[in-house]
């Protein structure tokens, strides 16, 4: 089994234990001596790693020295927090999954910005497993297998099916199967299933349990570095509070930052809004922590999700990716 152990944060339906420390209280009165529109910005984020930003800026006052207050909420699905979203409740949703909601984008259900990026993709992150004593070893034998994911046509099949075409597997001969992550170990035990694709801290877990190993690296080529979830609002909100989006926006770059070139602080604030304890934490592959928001970035999975079918029209990035207009 592998000595490190890894965490994806897109795409999880883990447990809420702790809610984060030090939130800001409520209310929209302008900011003194910042001259935002609100000083008050309520999030919602989930227990994962990919927004540990949020966190990090929230304990080291980077929000504060922006003139804001921020309101952390925690939701098990980003999806979950798309009606508070739209309703204004939830100015910003934290590790929202990207697939979901430029899918959302479309259907019109709401007109998103992206205010920062959260998470992407690193080897790792994602694991194809199998029971030990399976006949699947490579990627080509996945073909005509069941496959459990999270979520059908998302971004476990969105990216899964990219490496297994650039290994010259037939992806469209792969069964998925949805499976929610904590009754995959049981799925796959029992057979209901050939393989299951699990983030952490699940997958560590079956590996354990199961003896499960490692098929397919769900981080692998040419998925690498994708850009996988992120920091979003609605373009009400940006078009409204421009200067609160842009001051959200610096600390949340920030903090970002520090996640990058400090492992020791996203180990220390993980344990905080998470099941991993201290010692996981030390030893986690984490994603990567895009520290900009760059176009040609997000439009690389936009590209994919149109190979995939998953959207039927390219969206108009330039009003999705929120550009401060003052500083």
């Known amino acids: 089994m ?6 994806s944060a ?14 800001g209280g409520s209310g929209d009165s302008s900011s003194g001596g910042k001259g935002l529109e609100k000083d008050t910005v309520t999030v919602a984020a ?20 922006e003139g804001l207050k921020v309101q952390i909420k925690p939701v098990q699905q980003s999806t979950q927090a798309i009606p508070a979203l739209i309703k204004g409740d939830v100015d910003v949703i934290a590790g929202a999954n990207y697939v979901s909601f430029l899918q959302a984008n479309e259907k019109e259900t709401l007109k998103l910005s992206i205010l920062a990026e959260g998470a992407s993709l690193t080897s790792h992150m994602m ?7 399976s006949r699947i070893r490579t990627p080509k034998d996945l073909e005509g297998r069941r496959v ?10 969105l990216t899964l099916n ?53 098929a397919v690296d769900g981080g692998a080529e040419p998925v690498t570095n994708l850009p996988i979830a992120g920091y979003v609002g609605t373009q009400d ?7 609160t989006a842009a001051a959200f926006q610096r600390a949340i770059f920030a903090a970002q930052k520090i996640a990058t070139t400090d492992r020791t602080r996203v180990e220390s604030v993980l344990p905080t809004y998470t099941r991993i304890d201290t010692k996981i934490a030390s030893v986690i592959t984490l994603p990567g922590y895009p520290s900009s928001l760059v176009t040609n970035r997000i439009q690389r999975l936009v590209d994919l999700m149109m190979e995939s079918k998953l959207l039927t029209k390219k969206p108009a990035l330039g009003a999705i990716l929120f550009r401060p207009t003052t500083s």
């Open 237 to 243: 909100f940006t078009k409204k509070n421009p200067k």
């Open 2 to 7: 592998r000595q490190s152990l890894r965490l």
């Open 148 to 157: 459990a994911v999270n979520i059908l046509n998302n971004v476990q099949s």
């Open 162 to 214: 990219s490496i297994l075409t650039a290994n010259n597997v037939n992806a469209t001969r792969v069964q998925y199967v949805q499976v929610p992550f904590p009754q995959m170990a049981a799925a796959l035990e029992k057979g209901d299933v050939d393989a299951v694709h699990l983030v952490e801290p699940f997958t560590s877990d079956v590996e354990k349990k199961l003896g499960a190993r490692v």
């Open 46 to 65: 989930l227990p994962l790693a990919d927004n540990v930003a949020v966190y990090i800026a929230q304990r080291e006052k980077l929000f504060e020295a």
């Open 127 to 133: 694991d194809v497993l199998v029971m030990p004593n």
């Open 10 to 23: 897109l795409f999880s339906a883990l447990a809420l234990v702790v809610a984060a420390a030090g939130c």
